[in-house]
Every structure is written in C-alpha cells, then in structure tokens.
C-alpha cells in the first residue's frame, strides 16, 4: 500500500505529463513559450490574416473619400481612318457632283475636373475617414481576440495533457493494486471481491486513458491550426502560482474600461457615425452640383464639316448639373438609410449589453476560480492525507480495499480539478482585459511568465 501512495504523489509531483507527452510526442518540434504561440498565431492564423488584409483595405476608403474632393484629370486621343460619300446637289441635277474622299482623323483632349460644390463628394470624404477608423477599431477587436484563442487552446492543450498524465498514472495505480490484491489472495489474506473490485477501476481507468490521449491529439491539432506550427513540448503552469498574485478589482472598474475602450463597440459607434452621414449624403442627390472644369483639345479632320482643317481649342469654365426628377430614387435612398441608422444604433445597444453581460461573467469567473483554486489546493492536500490514512487503516483492519481506491479517485479528480481552475482563473482574467480593451503584448508576457518549462 505504501508503494501506492508514493507512485501516485511522487509521479505527479515530478510532472508525469512531461513524461507522457514525451514518450507520445517524441519526435516532435522544439518548445513553444506561450508568447511565441502568441507571435506565431500573429503571422500563421488564418482568420487573423484575414481580418489583416480586411483592415488593409478598410484603410483605403480614406483615401477613396477624399478622390472626390480632389482635381481630376483625364486625357483621351483618337486616330481613325475615314472614308465619306460627299454628294453635292445643285439647282440643276445635271450639275450634280459625288465625290469619296479618304482621310484620317485624330482628336486628342486634356482635361481638369474639380469640384466647387459637391455635397455628395463632401459625405463621402467624411464616410471614408470613419470607415478608415472603424476598420483599425475592429482590427485592434481582433487582435485582442486572437490572443484569447491562442491563450485558450494553449491551455486546452495543456489540461488534455494533464487528464492524461493523471490517467495514466491512475492505470498504473490500480495495476500496481491489482498485483497486491492479487498476492494478498494467493496468501489467504485477500478476497475475491477485491480483485473484481480493482479490476472494475482498472478497466474504466483503461478506457478513460484512450480517450485522453484521443483528447490530447484534437487540442494539439486545434492549437497547431491557430499558431500554424508543431507546438512541441507545451510549457507547464508554474506550481507555485497563486490566484493572490493578480488582482482584479471592482466589476464597476472593468465596466468603465469597457465602454471607454472595448474596440468592439468603438467600431460600432463609428458604424452608427457611418450610416448616420450615409443619410446626408443621399440628401446631397435633391442639390446641384458645381464644377471648374478647365479642357485643351487638339483636332486634325476630326469630322466631315472640319475636313481638312486643324484645330485647337483651349476652355476653362464653371459646369452647373441641376437634378430635377430621378423618379423618387433620392427619397427612397434616403428613408432607407435612415432606417439603416437607427438598424446600427440598436445593434450598438445590443452589443453593449452582451459585452457588458461578458463581462460580468468573466468578472465572476475571475472572482469564483480565485475562491475555487484555494478550496481544491487544500483538496488536494487532503486528498493525499487521506491516501495515507485509508493505508494505515487498512493495515489495522478498520478500512477495506475499496475505500483506498476511492480515495485514490477523489485524489485524483481533485488534481483535474485544481488545474483546470487555474486556467479557467487565467482565461477568465484575459477575458476581462480583452472585452476592457486594455490587452496587449504586455498582458501575454504577464501570463506567461506563469508558465515554465
């Protein structure tokens, strides 16, 4: 019994899930730190490459906007060869002449456009320095968002890997029980319904092992999808971490970050702007619109009249276009958009209040990980402690077989437990810097420096 209590307390305490995934895994890369998981998710995820080239052109339609405010200027040439029918009638047809002459024509124009009154121009340039922000505002939504990805399949892979260590050093527990039971009985000193007893824990640990190491394979291939490399030997939540370490305050303070930082909803504020001045720019279809236009065109035989002829011509004015009727299209387009405004303004509202109830629950996670990560450190010690009692017990006469292996399995799921708390613990607080819009390269290496080879 004593070789029980120390093959599970030694093993887990010398990190048999190293062992384990060593033994699984090989051949495998060197280690990956969970900021450089971080920096590769950067460069090798494909959704974030993809909100990358977004925000690229989202970037553009500052430029866009302001084309319209800007000179333009186009230049057109042609060259062509003609042949015409001239047919002259006179007073007396007898008179009567036709003649074919063949000729070439060119025609070349320069001209200058630029807007002097253009409220069309106007919305659009004010549009595209919003939708500019509104894409870097969604930009920065997904960066912090990829980190939470990277951090969570990180620990993914990391808590697979723990069941799986806690798993096999579970088999080899009751193995190891199952030769003493074994003995006791070829000794007269044991009974039957022990070693059916063990033999049932044996073969559900068997089975809960399979699946582990299936487990351990998706979260790897998962984390591998989002970093875009063989992730190698994943470093290991520190022991010595301590929920005391990190403090996140009051939910009002978190609250106020949000809604003063939170990306998510600058990006849909600058959305509201956006349809907002869509509306004025559909208004700008009822006003006219002024243009300087400036033009130098050159002709040679450009038409039958100016056959045989040259010409240049050089114009600079002012050209009003007025709009009169576009058979209700302005006050279709522009109700339209209207409701498109006041569409985004209560999306707005609605995502507040889902951040706002994200947030709350992350906040509450933070909060009962804290209290659950102390109550399961003491599980755990007395877990072990019970370990030590039931053996003794046992000797006495007082404890059975049974007994020990429970407390063997309430040893064992309050390990699980402990572990995944602390990375709930961890997630929970990347949660709430994220939706407060506060996460960056620092936070990452902050949590990381939790973790250790």
Known sequence: MA???????GALRRGACAAVVAALYGGSAGAVTLQQAYQAALKNDPTFRMNFYENEAGKENAVL????????VSAQFSNSRNVADIENIAANPAYNSTSHPRYISRSSVVQLRQSLLNLDAVARYRQGKVQAAQSEQQYDANV?????????????????????????VQRDMYLEQQKVNQRLFEKGEGTKTDM????????????MLVESQDNVVAMRNTLEGVIGMDPGELDKLSDGFRVTDLDIGPFEKWQKLALERNHELAAGRLAVENTRLEISRNKAGHYPRVDFVASYSKGDSESLNTYTQNTVNRSVGVQVSIPIYAGGAVNAQTRQAAANYERTKADLDARTNK??????????????????????????????????ATEQSIKGGVRINLDLL????????????????????LLGMLR???IAGTIGDTDIREIAAYFRP
Do not use: W
Not at 3 to 9: A, I, M, W
Not at 146 to 162: K, N
């Open 196 to 207: 059916l007893e063990t033999k049932a824990r044996l073969d559900l640990a068997e089975a």
């Open 3 to 9: 070789y029980l209590t120390k093959t599970l307390c």
């Open 406 to 425: 429970n407390a063997q399995q309430q040893l064992f799921t309050s390990q699980r437990d402990l572990a995944q708390a602390r990375y709930t613990y």
């Open 65 to 72: 906007g302001r084309a319209g405010l800007l000179p333009s």
């Open 432 to 434: 709430l810097r994220a």
């Open 355 to 388: 951040l706002m109830v994200e947030l709350r629950k992350a906040h509450s996670v933070v909060q009962s990980s804290a209290h659950k990560i102390d109550a399961l450190i003491k599980a755990v010690e007395s877990g072990k402690e019970l370990m030590k």
């Open 144 to 168: 912090n968002e990829v980190a939470t990805r990277v951090v969570s399949a990180y620990c993914d892979a990391l808590f697979a890997e723990d069941q799986l260590a806690l798993a096999r």
